[in-house]
């Protein structure tokens, strides 16, 4: 079966439930589509946890190396993914062994074997989307 997004009221739901968001691939690049999402989502009173292994600090908030590193004690609501198609799975397969009930892969971004392990651990998850959009259409 084909991967299908939630549906608009599924979104507007997450979008307003969640806190914090862990952000893979983050960029300390001010002019990165990551940097600008972050920064936004940020300003709209999210917590952003930069995921990056080559950068320290992004945003005001310290980076780590991956998922696996972010403290314990730090509850991620959406793990907001800015990489490439094809590594999708791979992020998607270290995302699976945290506690955020959502992933969430950027616009462009799509692979239904992730989406599979994400349904198969019992993770919600967008693709193809952009959250910074999503939440200026359904959450504000």
Not at 16 to 21: D, E, G, P, V
Not at 63 to 92: C, H, N, Q, T, W
Request: proline letters at 5%; one cysteine or more; aromatic letters at 6%.
């Amino acid at each position: 079966m084909m991967f299908q997004n939630p549906n608009t009221d599924e979104i507007r739901d997450i979008l307003k439930r969640s806190k914090t968001i862990a952000v893979v691939g983050l960029s300390d690049n001010p002019n990165r589509d990551s940097y600008a999402v972050a920064q936004q989502m940020q300003r709209h009173g999210y917590r952003i946890i930069p995921v990056n292994p080559t950068i320290g600090e992004v945003l005001g908030e310290k980076s780590y190396p991956s998922l696996a590193d972010i403290p314990d004690d730090v509850e991620i609501d959406i793990i907001d993914i800015f990489r490439r198609s094809d590594a999708l799975k791979a992020v998607v397969e270290e995302a699976v062994k945290t506690d955020a009930p959502v992933i969430w892969a950027q616009e462009g971004v799509y692979d239904e074997e992730a989406a599979k392990i994400a349904a198969d651990h019992g993770k919600t998850m967008v693709m193809d989307r952009c959250i910074k959009v999503m939440h200026s259409l359904y959450a504000r």
